[in-house]
């Protein structure tokens, strides 16, 4: 990347999130002089459905059956969306494409169909499935640690029959908000926590992709690419954000992981976001492996 053109970072939010959570960060990188886009993924941001039942008082019959925006997204969707915004961001200069959690999912497959609109790819503990389908990981030993019960404390609604996940992020449960906060946030205090909580939405979509929506190394293969592992972090931890890694490495060991580590929750480079930011601004003037072609 040359470093007199600046590149603009696009960043893409994970599962029940959206662009609002990237605002810190953002802030931080203009002060770092350099631009970014926080992007909203379809059914997301203004776009998401908070209806009347997840208001207070709450209706949990209502909210368990009240239709939801985001049903019928695909990650075919989300990855259009974004190459949409890669395509316009593109035109200004370098294009460092960055995504947390399930948004490497969408990162990856807009990676896979259009790597000539990205220059770096960076996954911060998020999905770059390569070996797997995403949701079988959860069976494997890096996810053990993982109480996927325990986060379904406050699951609202049967998915097949809203086709969509919901969750009631503004439950009141004890015990599912200590499991949000022993799997997210852990190393926040609950003023912070409580806080981002109400940053989330209640619905997310359904499709996180197939075998054909997996790293491809003769497209996803050939960008530069950045993993920034998070050491604490309970819902993608380590060992498996290790495995993915690994596994990137293996399927292009031309252009291996540029790897950095942070300390802290899979949330905490988000409330605290100075250190990521200085990580993300050193990227700008990193040079690409000599197999991007």
């Not at 926040?188 to 499709?207: R, S, V």
Request: aromatic share 8%; with cysteine; charged share 20%.
């Amino acid at each position: 990347m040359s470093s007199q053109v600046q590149p603009t970072y696009v960043l893409v939010h994970g599962a029940f999130a959206n662009s609002f959570s990237f605002a810190p960060l953002q802030a931080e990188l203009g002060l770092l002089g350099h631009r970014s886009v926080a992007v909203d993924l379809p059914g997301h941001g203004f776009a998401a459905t908070y209806t009347r039942a997840y208001q207070a008082p709450q209706d949990p019959e209502g909210l368990a059956t009240a239709p939801g925006a985001i049903k019928g997204v695909t990650l075919a969707d989300n990855a259009a969306h974004l190459i949409g915004v890669l395509e316009r961001a593109k035109r200004n200069g370098p294009v460092i494409l960055v995504s947390h959690s399930r948004g490497g999912i969408t990162a990856t497959a807009a990676a896979n169909a259009r790597p000539d609109l990205i220059d770096r790819i960076v996954y911060v503990s998020a999905w770059c499935p390569v070996a797997l389908d995403v949701n079988d990981y959860y069976a494997e030993p890096e996810m053990a640690t993982v109480d996927v019960a325990s986060l379904g404390l406050a699951a609202a609604g049967n998915p097949a029959e809203l086709g969509l996940l919901r969750v009631n992020f503004r439950t009141a449960d004890p015990a599912a908000l200590a499991a949000f906060k022993a799997a997210f946030f852990a190393d926040g205090t609950d003023e912070e926590f409580l806080t981002f909580l109400n940053t989330f939405q209640p619905d997310e979509n359904l499709d996180v992709g197939t075998s054909a929506d997996r790293a491809q190394a003769a497209t996803w293969g050939t960008i530069p690419k950045t993993y920034v592992r998070l050491a604490d972090d309970t819902s993608l931890p380590p060992a498996l954000q290790d495995r993915l890694i690994r596994e990137g490495d293996e399927l292009t060991p031309d252009n291996p992981y540029d790897v950095r580590t942070l300390p802290g929750s899979h949330l905490k480079w988000l409330v605290d976001p100075a250190p990521a930011a200085r990580v993300l601004a050193g990227l700008a003037d990193l040079p690409a492996p000599s197999a991007r072609p």
